[in-house]
């Protein structure tokens, strides 16, 4: 039974407003360690409902198997990023030599492989970047600005596209996103970092904050994207419902999942105080 629109409304704020000022405290005072930790319980309840959708015929002991995987993999990514490649080639040989003598359906087992390690890059190699950003010197200045990015082009995106949406943008995965609102989006996320960058990050160049602003309004939307056409094509709604208001993890991650990893590299490379590749 679905839930009334003012109903849904109170229960997005309400949710909000406590996850938004823990989060601000969990960036700004928490420890790398317990940051970390973090950062690896997000990533195994967003494969948690990954594989829900994806997989909703597998038995629970091999989806817990390859949620478990994506931990482990999310752990090695945070705590010594080297350890990935790694972890993500023994996780490959798991999966693939656990199918090949458990296949099931012949018809479906290539599918079934690829949506396994599908997973595994989607959340522990580009959601486990947030770790290693926040780990950066200024990292939190970096999460913050990405945060605040992301916000300001999804709300520039979502109010723009209602007041001056006409042209739609990609009805085949999302029927209520327009051209509009996705130029809206554009123009929030370099907004978003130059207003971050004059009021809180004061090392990080105009130039620098103009490009970011840009591929990140990008990267947001596209994220969006991929997660809608991701349930879209199982035929569900929303990822989950652990968020009231918002529905799950993944739902929320969604515009910043495809943020973290470019913003980490241009950090690394060329933020301030960057001396580029090692």
């Known amino acids: 039974m679905s839930i009334p629109r003012r109903t849904a409304i109170k229960q997005r704020i309400l949710t909000a407003l406590i996850s938004l000022p823990l989060l601000i405290l969990f960036v700004s005072y928490a420890p790398p360690f317990l940051f970390n930790l973090l950062v690896i319980a997000v990533a195994g309840l967003g494969l948690t409902e990954f594989y829900r959708m994806a997989l909703p015929g597998e038995p629970p002991r091999e989806r817990n198997l390859a949620v478990a995987g994506g931990v482990l993999l999310t752990l090695a990514f945070a705590f010594n990023p080297a350890a990935a490649v790694p972890g993500l080639a023994l996780a490959t040989l798991l999966f693939a030599s656990f199918l090949l003598f458990r296949f099931g359906d012949l018809s479906s087992v290539i599918q079934r492989l690829g949506l396994f390690l599908l997973g595994l890059l989607y959340l522990p190699l580009l959601f486990g970047h947030l770790a290693l950003l926040h780990a950066l010197p200024e990292g939190k200045y970096w999460v913050f600005l990405v945060l605040f990015i992301i916000m300001c082009s999804d709300s520039a995106a979502y109010f723009t596209g209602v007041s001056l949406g006409k042209r739609k943008l990609y009805p085949a995965i999302s029927p209520n996103k327009s051209v509009e609102g996705a130029l809206g989006g554009l123009v929030g996320g370099v907004f978003g970092a130059l ?66 990893a470019p913003v980490y590299y241009y950090a690394l490379w060329f933020g301030p105080g960057a001396g580029g590749p090692a």
């Open 195 to 260: 207003l971050f960058k004059f009021w809180f990050f004061s090392s990080l160049g105009i130039f620098d904050a103009l490009l970011l602003g840009i591929v990140l309004g990008v990267c947001g939307q596209v994220g969006d994207l991929f997660e809608s056409m991701i349930k879209r094509s199982f035929g569900v709604k929303d990822s989950g419902s652990l968020l009231p208001g918002h529905g799950g993890i993944l739902d929320r991650l969604d515009s910043l999942i495809f943020a973290f």
